[in-house]
Every structure is written in structure tokens, then in C-alpha cells.
């Protein structure tokens, strides 16, 4: 199969959103800033800090993009359990530090999720464990479909004991229950996606579900937070109120850049968690709408390279790449409008931070590469052929030209 042209509505679409993150942490960090600066009772943080911040995160975002594209997916491959594996060394070493009171381990309000790398910021491992498992189960579950062992326990046993160990690590340790939403859409998609067994997948669902509740049980917060969505006003909901608020007071078309309330300290975590709010307030109804958009035709890319996929492996691949951004977008959105109980996960390429928005831009880098490498077949059925090319049952090789773009070298490869 021969390269050709990736698909270019990813890369604008990813650069788009990258920009509009840029606008509105520029709109809000000096908010941000004067709002830490008098809780601490300093004068440490500038304005332009968050921006300077979140500038240099889109940068080396772009540059893992880059370096993910270019780098073949063939030698990549091989790093996908030692991907894994660094994740998984890298969460056990942060809930060690966490105990041992080190200051590497970066805890906040209760949960310890970051390594602390001093002036170069943070690093958060179980992203790691996202691009990790994503890869390690396609590798696998392909393989295994392709020995014909996808049902038995040659499947079943590494990707379960892979599964398990990466999600008690970020809900248990880390106490990162929207990071384990999105492991586990990544984990469902790739075993549906691979063709097992309805049976066996619906079991796997449910001791999902079971684990899920019991995550919710014994978590007094994360019991709160059920209560605060089932119960609206009678609980404790201040965070998803002001939220609300937020996206009611910018109305149609919003308040404008930097006339923003909420972020001036009444919405809790405005450049992360909580951006897409902030972004209603800022852009109005409008602008959410076209955010949305934006991702929708984001994600139905994601979906057609999925589609056009050379082989089972790739197709997995990029299946668990729409999960991953679908469901993180997803669950923020629905959070912030009080569509389900509030959760901390941030708004792929858009909100503050640069590991989780390093690790979408790489994944997206690999979804491009495979973008170039894309049966090209189906293409050929949406040709139109008027009656007026046929001439005793032979196509003129002109009309074929005209009516198929990319003339006789594209035609070759479509037929590769």
C-alpha cells in the first residue's frame, strides 16, 4: 500500500482548538492570577503567566504531533509495553513519594496526581497510561484475532491483568475517577472494536459497572458528588451553580474576552476543569455551539481513518484514539451543564496544562499517520461514470481521468 495525503481536516482542526485555548486562558489568567495572588496574600504570579504557560504547552504539543507523525508506526508499536510499563512505574513512584511525604509528589485537595518537576511544571502519569493501554490492547487483541485466540485466554488474561492494574491505579491511588472513564473507554472500545464475543463483552461490562459503583460507595466524595447531581439544590452544588451561571450569563453571544465573573475566583479550577463554562460566559451560546462542532468534525475524521484502516491493528488504534477524545470531551461538557455528577477532567486541547494536551496531540500525530496509509478502495465506488464514457464496455481513459482527480498514478494506488 502505497503513502499518500493525510487527512488535513485533523491537523486543522486540532490547531483550531489549540487556538481558541490560547484566547481564552489569555482572557482569563490575569483573573486567575489576582485571584491566587490574594488567597496566598502574594504577589508571585503575573498576568501573563498562565498565558506564557499555556503558550509554551501548545508548542511542545505541536512538537509531539510532529515527532508522533513522523515517527513510523511500525517501530512505534514496539514501545507499546514499555509505554504501559512507565506508566504504571511512574503512578506506583508518585503514590510512594505521596506517602513518604516527598515534595516531587504534587498533591491537591486530597488527591496526588502530578510528579512535580519544579520550574518546568508538572507531569501526570496515568497519560502515560492512556497512550500505553491504547496501544498495548490493539497490538494485542490483533494478534490474538489474527491466531484465531481473541475469545480464550491468551487475550483475556494480559489485557485483563493491564486493565485492572492501570485503572486501580488512577481511581484507587490517584483517586482520578474522570481519567478512569476515559481508560475505560478506551478498554471497552478496543475489545468491541476487535470482535470478540457479545457475551464475553457484556460480562465485562458488567464487572465494570459493579467495580464502578463500588469505586462510588466507598469514596465518600466521589458519594457526594452522586448525591449533589440526584438531589440538584438540596446538596451541596455550589461548584456546578456557578458553572451554570457562567453559561447563563453569556446568553447568546456572550460577554465578551475579559469580561468574564465567574473567573475572577467564583468558579472553582476556571482554566482547567472548568474552561468550557468559562468559554459560555466569554462566547455565548455561539461559541460553545461552534466548539462542539468543532470536535464533532474532529472526531468523525478520527472515525473515517478508522474506517479506511489498512489492517485490524490500525483500526483499533485509531477506534481508541475517538474514544479517548470523544468521551474526555464528553464527560467535561456534561459535567459543566449538569448533565451527570461533577467530575475533574479537563477539556481536550483546550484547557490549561500540558501533559494531557501533549498526549491528545500525539495520539492525534498517530491518527494522521495513519491517515496516509488508508484503503483507498471505497473511494473508488463514489466515482460517477456517465453513459457517455461507456463505449463498447471499455472506459475511455480520458473520462477516467476527469472524472477520478489525482489521474493515472492516484488510480494505481487506489487499486494497490
Known amino acids: 500500500m502505497r503513502k499518500h495525503r493525510g487527512d488535513r481536516i485533523i491537523v486543522g482542526m486540532m490547531m483550531v482548538l489549540l487556538i481558541a485555548g490560547l484566547i481564552i486562558i489569555y482572557a482569563i489568567g490575569p483573573m486567575r492570577a489576582n485571584f491566587l495572588n490574594a488567597a496566598y496574600d502574594q504577589d508571585t504570579i503575573s498576568e501573563n503567566h498562565f498565558f506564557v504557560r499555556q503558550l509554551v504547552n501548545v508548542i511542545i504539543s505541536i512538537g509531539a504531533f510532529v515527532a508522533a507523525f513522523k515517527f513510523p508506526y511500525e517501530k512505534m508499536r514496539k514501545f507499546s509495553k514499555w509505554i504501559l510499563l512507565l506508566g504504571i512505574v511512574l503512578s506506583a513512584g508518585l503514590w510512594i513519594l505521596a506517602k513518604a511525604g516527598s515534595s516531587i509528589a504534587k498533591c491537591e485537595l486530597g488527591a496526588c496526581r502530578w510528579i512535580n518537576l519544579g520550574s518546568f511544571g508538572s507531569l501526570q502519569p496515568a497519560e502515560f497510561l492512556k497512550l500505553g493501554l491504547l496501544l498495548y490492547l490493539s497490538q494485542l487483541a490483533a494478534s490474538r484475532k489474527a491466531e484465531g485466540k481473541l475469545s480464550k485466554s491468551d487475550f483475556w488474561l ?140 474532529l472526531l468523525m475524521r478520527i472515525l473515517r481513518v478508522a474506517g479506511l484502516a489498512r489492517d485490524t491493528e490500525q483500526q483499533l488504534v485509531a477506534t481508541g484514539v475517538f474514544a479517548w477524545i470523544a468521551v474526555q470531551m464528553a464527560v467535561n461538557v456534561m459535567a459543566m451543564t449538569g448533565l451527570i455528577p461533577l467530575t475533574g477532567i479537563t477539556l481536550p486541547l483546550l484547557s490549561y496544562g500540558g501533559t494531557s494536551m501533549m498526549f491528545i496531540a500525539i495520539a492525534l500525530g498517530l491518527t494522521f499517520q495513519l491517515s496516509c496509509f488508508t484503503r483507498r478502495e471505497k473511494e473508488i465506488s463514489n466515482i460517477k461514470f456517465s453513459n457517455s464514457h461507456l463505449k463498447r464496455g471499455r472506459l475511455k481513459e480520458g473520462a477516467a481521468r476527469r472524472n477520478f482527480k489525482g489521474g493515472r498514478g492516484l488510480k494505481k494506488e487506489a487499486l494497490s
Not at 211 to 224: D, N
Not at 227 to 245: K, V
Not at 272 to 280: E, K, R, Y
Open 158 to 297: 494480559p489485557a485483563g491483568v493491564a486493565s485492572v492494574i492501570s485503572l486501580a491505579l488512577v481511581v484507587v491511588v490517584q483517586q482520578d475517577m474522570g481519567t478512569g472513564v476515559v481508560l475505560i473507554a478506551i478498554i471497552l472500545s478496543t475489545i468491541l472494536a476487535s470482535g470478540v464475543p457479545l457475551k464475553q463483552f457484556i460480562l465485562v461490562v458488567a464487572a465494570i459497572l459493579v467495580a464502578g459503583v463500588g469505586a462510588i460507595v466507598v469514596a465518600p466524595h466521589r458519594l457526594k458528588r452522586v448525591e449533589t447531581f440526584l438531589n440538584g439544590e438540596e446538596a451541596d452544588s455550589y461548584h456546578i451553580e456557578n458553572a451554570m451561571i457562567a453559561i447563563g450569563t453569556g446568553g447568546m453571544f456572550g460577554v465578551g474576552v475579559g469580561n468574564s465573573v465567574q473567573a475572577t475566583g467564583y468558579l472553582p479550577e476556571s482554566i482547567n476543569d472548568s474552561v468550557f463554562a468559562v468559554m459560555g460566559e466569554t462566547f455565548g451560546f455561539v461559541g460553545l455551539a461552534a466548539v462542539v462542532m468543532i470536535f464533532v468534525v
